[in-house]
């Protein structure tokens, strides 16, 4: 069974662009979630889609946004980029609740602002 | 707000040794307490979970044990092997809140041979 998969892998922006992650969850898993993970603030979550709907929202400001498609794939698009967004981020999915199940994590995408 | 303290941050082992990760939580709502496992260039892998209601669970070399009056839980790692070197993280949630997991800062586990 493949993995989750997020793509690209690695980004380089400037200031004040925006930008589009991508994120497949493992086959069957509706819920899907993203973290930031960064070596100051370490694993901080953003929010949580399930069939398409964000039940869950972590502390981030409104620059950060997502949604998922009827198959579950989900995208994270941050808009005006400040150098403090410089981060890896993190998909990771779950059969139903991430509460109690195991969230997979995928491999990241790097994310660097100029 | 910090709700989930990890310590230490940094632990060096010798192969075949014990090693020992604490995690203290505030929010006595968390029922859910997980332990990732981190490669550089990965993102975090499950090790193993625990629910309030036991108070340790093993798998293979790795203990959770869980203390709910003085809210805290730690990961063991038994005889300790450098490919257990990595990063860890512990984590917490409950049913209905809205943060997802919230993890503690993490663990470097350097294993020396």
């Known amino acids: 069974k493949a993995g989750v998969t997020q793509t690209p892998r690695y980004l380089i922006k400037t200031r004040g662009q925006q930008v589009t992650l991508s994120c497949s969850p493992i086959s069957g898993h509706r819920s899907v979630s993203w973290y930031q993970q960064t070596p100051g603030q370490g694993l901080q979550f953003l929010f949580e889609y399930f069939s398409e709907t964000q039940r869950n929202k972590g502390n981030f400001p409104g620059r950060f946004s997502g949604r998922q498609f009827s198959n579950s794939r ?15 981020y993190l998909c990771a999915s779950s059969l139903d609740s991430p509460v109690y199940q195991p969230q997979h994590f995928g491999d990241g995408t790097r994310l660097s602002i100029l | 707000q910090q709700q989930v303290k990890q310590s230490p941050q940094s632990l060096i082992v010798q192969k075949g040794g014990i090693s020992i990760i604490n995690c203290a939580y505030e929010n006595t709502a968390f029922d859910y ?8 260039g990965k993102g975090p892998a499950l090790l193993i979970a625990i629910r309030p209601d036991v108070s340790e669970k093993k798998e293979g070399r790795f203990t959770i044990s869980f203390n709910k009056s003085a809210k805290q839980f730690s990961l063991h790692i038994m005889d300790s092997q450098p490919g257990d070197s990595a990063t ?6 409950y049913l209905g809140g809205a943060d997802g997991l919230t993890f503690g800062k993490g663990t470097h586990l350097i294993i020396q041979p």
């Open chain 2, 33 to 40: 307490f997980p332990w990732y496992q981190q490669f550089p």
């Open chain 2, 88 to 93: 860890y993280f512990c984590a917490a949630s």
């Open chain 1, 74 to 88: 989900s995208e994270m698009n941050v808009s005006t980029l400040e150098l403090g967004d410089s981060a890896l």
